[in-house]
């Protein structure tokens, strides 16, 4: 369990937005954010931010629709704040997902930007099945924000111990 002050490391998991479905000859890499998914990437981020919560980097997916969902942090957040772009978050595991996550860097808050099921797996592994069913009973959405805080520094194999300290899903598309 978390403790109430500044966590060891926070780490933000977040779904793409919602994307459109692939036009003939497309692939799914090259699958683009469709108009309720710009608004949910919006809105996302700057719920994020009004909420107070800035992650120090951002690691995405370099997929189209994910690349989409983070840019709105740099209007949101900071200018300033560095997003890597990484292949292997596209059809990677949990393990890579931890790998990215939790190496040894400088930054005490991360964000992950990435894919369903990966998104879904590694929050159930990080928070526990019933946390997690009770937090996204109906499955992870998109451009859903899982906040998750540690008491101590996780390793890539040692992750356990999160605290769900938050959870921000975009408003209904009306």
């Known amino acids: 369990m978390a403790s ?8 933000y ?3 793409h937005a919602r994307a459109a479905w692939a036009q003939p000859g497309q692939s799914d890499f ?13 809105v996302i981020a700057e719920e994020a931010a009004d909420q107070g919560y800035k992650p ?3 690691i995405s997916s370099t ?14 957040v900071s200018q300033e704040l560095a997003i890597d772009y990484v292949d292997s978050l596209y059809s990677g595991t949990i393990d ?4 990215l996550a939790f190496a040894n860097r400088a ?33 992870f959405p998109t451009a859903g924000l899982a906040i ?3 008491d101590e520094r996780p390793t890539q194999e040692n992750y356990g111990g999160a605290c769900l300290a938050g959870f921000i899903a975009p408003r209904p598309a009306h």
């Open 13 to 15: 998991i977040l779904r």
């Open 63 to 76: 997929a189209v629709r994910c690349r989409q969902t983070a840019e709105p942090f740099h209007r949101t």
């Open 107 to 139: 930054e005490t808050s991360v964000m992950i930007v990435g894919h369903n099921p990966m998104i879904e797996e590694f929050f159930h592994r990080l928070v526990g099945k019933e946390i997690a069913e009770t937090a996204v009973p109906f499955g």
């Open 148 to 150: 998750l805080d540690f």
């Open 30 to 42: 090259d699958r683009a954010l469709d108009d309720d998914g710009f608004a949910e990437a919006e």
């Open 4 to 11: 109430l002050g500044t966590p060891a490391f926070r780490l």
């Open 56 to 58: 120090a980097l951002i």
């Open 96 to 99: 890579t997902y931890a790998e």
